[in-house]
């Protein structure tokens, strides 16, 4: 099977930079994503990683270590609409490519 | 952008009555689509997979009798919950796969939130 873990919660400030970090475990690894959601509403893409390394997108930026099975999303200049839950998710050849979730990290920012 | 719309958004029912929730791929054709379901403050748990003009593929411990999954065409899938009984309660998103230069990106619709009395 695989598992994917994450922090429950994080609270930064506004204007600093929050590092979510995930690990996860799976049979056949085949890219790891991320993606936002606001309460009530549905989740949306942010980063994949299929290779070891950073990607950026704006203030988002995600980086994979596939020999460590590890992951993070960086925000940079928080603002108060980046609270919201953040999901860690991965493709798994072995099971049809499908993509399995994380538990999620509900990231707070205050002003 | 790919757009997943989904409906109802929100629906209330009555014990032991079925809801259908449709999903749609408004323009492009998804072979494949994935129904997940999520409970409050929780992750989105993958309960089956919908394939154009073939069976759904359902994850270990989901029903299948219980969730009837659809996919006649190539932009529609439904999914009906039957016999909804209170426990059935919960956040029910579909999405849809796309290729963008390489990335793996699931689109999902806005959810649909169902309430069993």
């Known amino acids: 099977g695989q598992s994917l873990e994450q922090p429950s919660e994080v609270t930064a400030v506004e204007g600093a930079i929050v590092q979510i970090n995930c690990t996860y475990q799976?049979?056949?690894?085949?890219?790891l994503s991320w993606y936002q959601q606001h309460d009530g509403g549905a989740p949306t893409f942010l980063s994949y990683?299929?290779?070891?390394g950073l990607e950026e997108t704006g203030r988002f930026s995600s980086f994979l270590s596939r020999s460590d099975s590890y992951g993070y999303l960086l925000l940079q200049e928080l603002q108060m609409k980046d609270s919201a839950s953040y999901f860690c998710a991965v493709r798994d050849s072995t099971r049809g490519f499908k993509t399995i979730f994380g538990a999620g990290t509900r990231l707070f920012v205050k002003a | 952008g790919a757009v997943v719309s989904q409906h109802p958004s929100r629906v209330i029912c009555k014990s032991g009555t079925s809801v259908k929730i449709e999903c749609r791929s408004l323009d492009f054709q998804a072979t494949t689509m994935f129904w997940y379901r999520q409970f409050p403050k929780q992750s989105l748990m993958l309960m089956a997979t919908s394939n154009e003009g073939s069976k759904a593929t359902y994850e270990q411990g989901v029903e299948k009798d219980k969730f009837l999954i659809n996919h006649a065409s190539l932009t529609l899938s439904t999914l009906t919950v039957t016999s909804a009984h209170p426990e059935d309660s919960s956040f029910y998103i579909c999405?849809?796969?796309?290729?963008?230069?390489?990335?793996?990106?699931?689109?999902f619709g806005a959810g649909s939130r169902l309430t069993v009395l």
């Open positions: 990683n299929a290779l070891d």
């Open positions: 799976t049979s056949g690894f085949y890219g």
């Open positions: 999405s849809a796969r796309l290729e963008e230069g390489g990335a793996n990106v699931l689109t």
